[in-house]
Structures are given as structure tokens and as C-alpha cells.
């Protein structure tokens, strides 16, 4: 269906008052031959041919009988292809499409100006055709796509320019505002500068969070004032910043292990491991010891500073301590790092690397036959300096002989007389007070 306005005279001037200026000129030129009153119609863009636009003949007070023969026709002209003249009715057509948007461009009237001519006497009309814009026209963006690239410090009230999107349809059926898909960090604030200038920014809300959610996407559709309005989208692709705000963390804050002394260098010992949840660099952990100048055992390791891989790199000495605290440190390689700690004990194991001394420290040279059990012999010392089971002592005499040692205190042992003695049988006895692997001692 298509609508055609029709206007006439002086009340038509003063309603498309943008013609005014192709009037003058036109009555200028054909000074008093200028029919009484000016003729304005208006119809649609897009309307089909065949579509009457309106009576010229009656509109300009011309008789049906004599038209023909006077050869009333359109003066030729840019815009004459767009019509058609009945002669023998008067009535002016649509011969042509008409797209108001690509003649007219983002103007907000579009006036056609026309010429009819009539012979004998000679006279010109001029009139003109108005063309009003339909929604014929979506909204678009230039790229379907806009990349932001935000900073996850950036603070809520920052705003983020959109590109605006175009419309060829001009007024009402333009662009009039732009909405935004539902989120959680942004908002968008719709300026509007005019008819014809509708635009809009991103405003941030809520802090972002490049740990949480590293790429927001959202959809800014652009829709005009037509009835039925027409859309367009476009896809703003949100890639957050990182920021080196997060700390790195071990897995455990305190992690136990165990060496034995003397263990061969390069052994390892624990693994420890930290993570950090920044991207790049401010992700990236380096791994080293504090060093503690009161434990000369924390010398004797060191850390890979990469894998956290803790390893022996001097001589673990036992009888140094029984046990090494090493504190460890993971720092991130962020331009302003930050870093955590963590605690590795490490238990020192023993080897049985001492033999035990036995010392006699008092003797009694002779014993009486007759002497009675638990007569003291001789009081033993036996030192180990091993530790726990590497450092237990046991003493006992070999063979079957009349004597047995007891132990009096810690390391302190005494040989006492345990049976009958027979001088006779045993002249001089031969006793060894014997640590089952590797010492004795001849009495
Ligand atoms: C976003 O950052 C990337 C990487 O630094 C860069 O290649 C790209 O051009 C940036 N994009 C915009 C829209 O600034
Ligand atoms: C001395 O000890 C031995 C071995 O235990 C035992 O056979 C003996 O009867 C004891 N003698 C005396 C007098 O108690």
C-alpha cells in the first residue's frame, strides 16, 4: 500500500519550506509565466509504479479537452525518469523506483522540483514531489565485531566509546537509541545530541576480575524510531588485563621430609610447589631459599628454582642438628612481584657411621675364689655417638663364663661376678664384653 500526499498552494510552501530556495530561483528564471500558486506533492520512496502521485491538470487548473493537443508534458529533466504524465488524464504516475535515501542522502526533506509545460500560449508549471522517507533501512555497524581491551584495575565510572551505528533513513525511522545485553559489569549511557545524533558508551559498574572471567562478551543492539522499528547488532568482545593482584600460593604451607647424613650430593628431598593464578609473567613463580644464618645445615641445600625441587648440595651432618627448618620462597615475575613462604622440615636420619668405644674404667685385677655373685669386676663405658637405634648398646660377655654384665646408668656398665669361680678351672678368664657388630675389648 502506498500513501500519496497531496498539498497544495501557499499552505504546501510554508510545510516544506526546503524547497523555498529552488522556488526563487525557478520564478527568477521564468519571471510571470510562473502559474498562480505552487503545486506539492508528497509520496512514499519505494512506492510502485503505476502509484498516482496526483491530478496535475486539476492542480493546475488546466482543461482535460485541449491537454493533448497543447502537448502538455514533463520538462525534461534529473528527475523526470521517476514519472510518468497522462496526457489525456491529467494524472501524474510513479514511473520509476524511488530510494529517498540514496537521492537524498541524510537530508531530512527530500523535494523533487518539476516542470510541466503547456503550448499555445506557452506556459511552465513548476511543481514538486516531496518524498517521504519510509523505515526502509536497518540499523548497521561498520564491523560486526569490537574488541575492548580493559584493564581488570580499571574502576567503576570508566567509559568505553562505542561505535555508532548507521541508518539511511532519516527522522524518526533514524537511529534513536541502543540497548545493551544483560550483564554484570556494564551499563551503557545513551547520549542523544540531536535528531540526528544518537551515540553510546560503555560505562564499567563493577570491578573486574581477569581471574574470574577473562573475556566478557556482550551485544549492543541499535534500534531506530520506525513503527515497526528495525535493529541492528553489533558483538563487543571484552578481553580483561591482567594485573599482578594475586599472591602466589603453596600447596602446603609446612612440608616434612627426611634425609640421611651424608646423603650423596644432588639427592632429592622434597618437592615443593606453588601456583599463582595471574597470567604471564605476573603468573610465572621463582622458587628460592631463605637462607637462615643460625642453621649452617640449610647451607647444605638448595632449591631448583623452577620445579621447587629441593636437593642436597653440601654435606648433611647429622650431628649439626637433627633436623633443618628451611623456609622457602616463591615470587612471581610480575614487574612488581609478590611473593609467599612456605616451611620445609627436614628430618636429618642418622646413619650408624660410629663405632662404639668401650672404655674399662676401673679394674680389679684379682677376684676371689669364693667371691659372691654381683661382686663388681670392672665398671665399662661404651660411647656411640650414633643416634636412636644406631646408637642402643648392648653388652654382652661371650661364652658361658661367671661373670655378667649389668647395666648401671645410660652408658655406664659394670662387670659382676654370676656363678661359682673356680681357680682351678679357669686360671685367667678371658671375657669380651662385646657390642654384637663391631667392637670388643679384652679384659
Ligand atoms: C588488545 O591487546 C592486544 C595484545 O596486547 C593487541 O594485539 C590488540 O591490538 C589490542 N586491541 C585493542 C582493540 O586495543
Ligand atoms: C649365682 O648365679 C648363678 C647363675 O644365675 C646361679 O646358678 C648360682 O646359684 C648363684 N649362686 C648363689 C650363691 O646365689
Do not use: W
Not at 535528531?195 to 574470574?212: C, F, G, W, Y
Not at 597470567?279 to 613463580?285: A, D, K, R, W
Amino acid at each position: 500500500m502506498n500513501i500519496v500526499f497531496v498539498f497544495k498552494r501557499n499552505m504546501a510552501i510554508a510545510l516544506v519550506h526546503d524547497c523555498l530556495p529552488t522556488i526563487l530561483l525557478y520564478m527568477l528564471f521564468f519571471f510571470g509565466s510562473i502559474a498562480d500558486g505552487q503545486v506539492v506533492y508528497s509520496v512514499s520512496e519505494e512506492a510502485n509504479p503505476g502509484t498516482t502521485v496526483g491530478n496535475l491538470a486539476k492542480d493546475l487548473k488546466l482543461n482535460l479537452q485541449d491537454l493533448h493537443n497543447r502537448g502538455f508534458q514533463l520538462v525534461s529533466g534529473t528527475n523526470k525518469r521517476y514519472f510518468d504524465l497522462n496526457t489525456k488524464t491529467g494524472i501524474l504516475h510513479i514511473k520509476d523506483r524511488i530510494d529517498r535515501d540514496e537521492l537524498c542522502g541524510r537530508s531530512l526533506t527530500c523535494c523533487l522540483p518539476l516542470e510541466a509545460i503547456v503550448n499555445v500560449p506557452l506556459n511552465v508549471y513548476r511543481f514538486e514531489v516531496n518524498i517521504i522517507d519510509i523505515n526502509d533501512n536497518t540499523p548497521t555497524f561498520r564491523s560486526p565485531v569490537k574488541y575492548f581491551n580493559i584493564s581488570e584495575s580499571a574502576f567503576p565510572g570508566e567509559r568505553f566509546p562505542l561505535p555508532n551505528a548507521f541508518d539511511a533513513d532519516v527522522g524518526s525511522n533514524s537511529v534513536k537509541s541502543y540497548k545493551l545485553s544483560a550483564n554484570e559489569h556494564f551499563s551503557l549511557d545513551v547520549q542523544s545530541g540531536g535528531e540526528q545524533s544518537v551515540s553510546a558508551e560503555l560505562v564499567l559498574q563493577k570491578a573486574l576480575d581477569r581471574e574470574k572471567q577473562p573475556v566478557i562478551q556482550l551485544t549492543v543492539t541499535a534500534v531506530d524510531g520506525g513503527k515497526p522499528p528495525r535493529s541492528g547488532t553489533i558483538n563487543l568482545i571484552v578481553n580483561i588485563e591482567d594485573v599482578n593482584d594475586n599472591i602466589p600460593v603453596f600447596s602446603k604451607p609446612l612440608l616434612k621430609a627426611r634425609v640421611v647424613e651424608n646423603a650423596p650430593l644432588g639427592t632429592s628431598v622434597i618437592q615443593v610447589h606453588a601456583s599463582d593464578p595471574d597470567e604471564g609473567l605476573n603468573g610465572e613463580i621463582a622458587y628460592s631459599l631463605v637462607s637462615q644464618d643460625s642453621d649452617n645445615n640449610v647451607d647444605a641445600f638448595s632449591i631448583d628454582s623452577e620445579t621447587g625441587l629441593i636437593t642436597v648440595k653440601g654435606t648433611v651432618d647429622y650431628e649439626k642438628g637433627a633436623a633443618v627448618e628451611i623456609r622457602v620462597q616463591a615470587k612471581d615475575k610480575g614487574l612488581k612481584p609478590r611473593a609467599a613462604y612456605c616451611k620445609v622440615l627436614v628430618e636429618i636420619m642418622d646413619i650408624n657411621d660410629n663405632r662404639p668405644e668401650i672404655s674399662v674404667t676401673s679394674l680389679v685385677n684379682t677376684v676371689k675364689e669364693d667371691a659372691a655373685n654381683g661382686t663388681v669386676v670392672s665398671m665399662i663405658t661404651v660411647l656411640d655417638n650414633d643416634a636412636g637405634k644406631n646408637g642402643e648398646i648392648q653388652l654382652k660377655v661371650r661364652d658361658s663364663l661367671p661373670f655378667k654384665v649389668q647395666n648401671s646408668y645410660k652408658n655406664y656398665y659394670t662387670l659382676v661376678v654370676n656363678g661359682p669361680l673356680d681357680r682351678e678351672r679357669f686360671t685367667r678368664t678371658q671375657t669380651f664384653p662385646n657390642k654384637e657388630k663391631t667392637a670388643g675389648r679384652k679384659l
